[in-house]
């Protein structure tokens, strides 16, 4: 419900990815909810990963699109901020140590460079899980998140278009990361 009230007015339709209980938030949202259509993709295999959830949306994904992680918690002026950027756009937050996530490398001009996953130890930008695209992202393959893996990632797929398609790193003012019940 957060989720959906903290987008900017000027989106009118919302695409929500579901599998376990998606029947619950069909239930619950509907067909409209605060003034936005409600479209519903479900995803057969939920360990198959956020570039797998993004690839369930594709055939009705045209031009540009916010793609938003379900269970964290935006400011409604960081994807309004991400909207504006003149390119693809992600949303990070600087962090003192990093810790547990993707490291986000940019330029001197603010462009996405890299994403380094695992734990950081050091002072920098983690990927807060907010993206603007296109429908250009579809043309790239589906990357996994690491070697040996069949979990699909979608930072790690958007990096193969980063050197193609800018991608600026847009810094959070308010970002609620939920990883466990205790996180609510």
Known sequence: E??????????????LVVSYLGSSILNYFGGTFDGRRILYVEQENPVGGTADALWQAKDILKGKFVAMNGDDLYAREDIDACISAPEWAML??????????GKVIVDSSGRVETIEEGVHAEKGLVNAGVYVLDDRIFTYKPVPKGPGETELGLPQTILQAVGEIPMRAVKS????QIT?????
């Not at 989720?3 to 009118?12: M, N």
């Not at 003012?173 to 609620?176: E, S």
Request: hydrophobic share 40%; proline share 9%; no cysteine.
């Open 173 to 176: 003012t308010l970002w609620i």
């Open 92 to 101: 990070v937050e600087e962090r003192d140590p990093i810790g547990a996530g």
């Open 180 to 184: 466990s019940p205790e996180d609510l």
């Open 2 to 15: 957060h989720k959906i009230t903290a987008l900017p007015k000027e989106i009118d339709e919302v695409i």
